[in-house]
């Protein structure tokens, strides 16, 4: 009997038992605050029991709360099938073919509208019924790597991912597509960008901000779009592929070591920072905005460097910040610290004795700056020149989480002091520039009447 009441407990379960409603039933809720029609849908175990939630007609979800119920009746019932009707992806002569590797979660679902339930679809077969639009664009194959959230990526994910790429590219693939949580997609985007050299293809890295239930869904034509710039593209990089306007309008291409997540829900929320993004794609065309990028090949050859240290840190300073941080970090064995420092690279004088022995007990330590653009500039100030004769090498214009995962792939070759400097500051796949160029640092202020002026006349 409770089966049909999936995840409810506690006063929500009584108030769903009281007026004999199911999950899954197409219900009419008469509240304090108005009438709602919609399923009602299952709930974690985790989630309260003060809420029903039920998905409205519109595509959205709301939750009501109990005590506000008045009355609830069910008119109608479709139990959930959790299956997405298959069909066969047809192979198109003269289509690229294109390898989308999975690393948890799903790239592309549908809803049952029926039901409320959200259908995963990962195969071939499963992508066409969900998104059959990918039959004009690539000959597309999948394979699952990792059923992770992203938070849960790292270095041994990355290393297999890394190598999961290299063979395919080497059987002769036209394209990459790597399905991705969107949380640290700028981190695994940045590793792939150091393991894989020398790439003769695209290597496109896709996730969406808005579940597949709802209608403002952005995970279809990401997936599109993304497989546009893998089988189509001359891009040879490492690129994150994500709305660029929160509209429907293009996506954006961002090299893999100058993206970062910048909002935690808008569609838009990835970022070109210090620079501008490769290039513009949309279903039917890829729109170049640089030039200098490496081009696709017609070879099958790549470079994987699959290593990586997993003792490495960031330490974000703050005001007050005390030395036990580092301390802690050199006593439990790290082998490398990225600071993201104030200003042009900065942190307290009670932060030096801990920064002096960890130097001398050969931890790496390396500057970027908490502002996100800008160089460090480490000796303009008397501050910076101090820490620099501590050991504390300044990291240009490297990104801090792009910073940290390079220390980890670098002291995952060597830990010889001037071999890691070298490597850290070569430049790789755009990581450090010679310099920003004019428009690589943009941020509208709103309420500004200029502002105000540009939005009312190109966006909203």
Not at 86 to 97: A, I, M, N, S, V
Request: hydrophobic share 35%; net charge negative; glycine share 10%.
């Amino acid at each position: 009997m409770l089966d049909i009441f999936k995840g409810y407990k506690g006063r929500a379960l009584e108030v769903l038992k009281s007026f004999q409603a199911r999950v899954w039933g197409d219900t009419t809720v008469e509240t304090t605050r108005g009438k709602f029609q919609g399923i009602i849908l299952p709930r974690s175990e985790n989630d309260d029991d003060k809420h029903i939630v039920i998905k409205l007609i519109t595509g959205y979800n709301v939750g009501i709360d109990v005590d506000t119920i008045l009355e609830m009746k069910e008119t109608g019932y479709k139990e959930a099938h959790y299956k997405i009707p298959e069909r066969e992806f047809p192979f198109t002569e003269g289509l690229p073919k294109v390898k989308l590797f999975g690393t948890g979660g799903t790239i592309a679902s549908r809803l049952d509208y029926r039901t409320g339930a959200v259908i995963p679809a990962f195969s071939p077969g499963e992508l066409y019924g969900a998104v059959p639009e990918l039959a004009d664009i690539c000959n597309l194959d999948t394979e699952k790597l990792f059923a992770v959230f992203s938070e849960n990526m790292g270095p041994e994910q990355y290393k297999k991912l890394a190598i999961s790429i290299g063979e395919e590219i080497k059987k002769g693939i036209d394209g990459i597509i790597i399905g991705h949580g969107t949380d640290t997609m700028h981190h695994t985007a940045a590793a792939m960008s150091y393991m894989l050299q020398n790439l003769p293809v695209p290597v496109i890295m896709v996730g969406s901000q808005r579940s597949s239930d709802r209608p403002s869904s952005d995970a279809a034509l990401n997936l599109m779009h993304a497989a546009k710039a893998a089988g189509h593209s001359d891009i040879a990089e490492v690129m994150v592929n994500m709305f660029g306007p929160t509209s429907d309008e293009y996506a954006l291409l961002h090299q893999g070591t100058r993206v970062r997540k910048m909002h935690s829900s808008y569609r838009s929320t990835f970022r070109t920072i210090g620079d501008t993004p490769i290039a513009m794609v949309t279903r039917d065309e890829i729109i170049p905005i640089k030039t200098d990028y490496n081009k696709r090949r017609t070879d099958c050859k790549v470079d994987v460097y699959p290593y990586f240290e997993e003792r490495v840190a960031i330490a974000y300073y703050y005001p007050n910040m005390h030395p036990d941080i580092i301390d802690a970090l050199t006593d439990n064995g790290y082998k490398g610290i990225v600071i993201a420092g104030t200003g042009l690279g900065h942190i307290n004088k009670p932060l030096y004795p801990a920064i002096r022995r960890a130097v001398e007990k050969g931890v790496h330590i390396y500057m970027t700056v908490q502002t996100l653009w800008g160089f460090v500039h480490m000796f303009v100030y008397d501050t910076g020149r101090d820490l620099m004769s501590m050991g504390i090498v300044p990291g240009e214009n490297l990104l801090p989480e792009v910073a940290y995962i390079k220390l980890g792939w670098v002291l995952g070759q060597t830990t010889d002091p001037e071999e890691v400097k070298r490597l850290m500051l070569t430049p790789v796949a755009g990581d450090i520039t010679d310099g920003e160029p004019y428009n690589g640092y943009l941020i509208f202020q709103g309420g500004i009447p200029e502002v105000e002026e540009f939005i009312r006349k190109y966006h909203k």
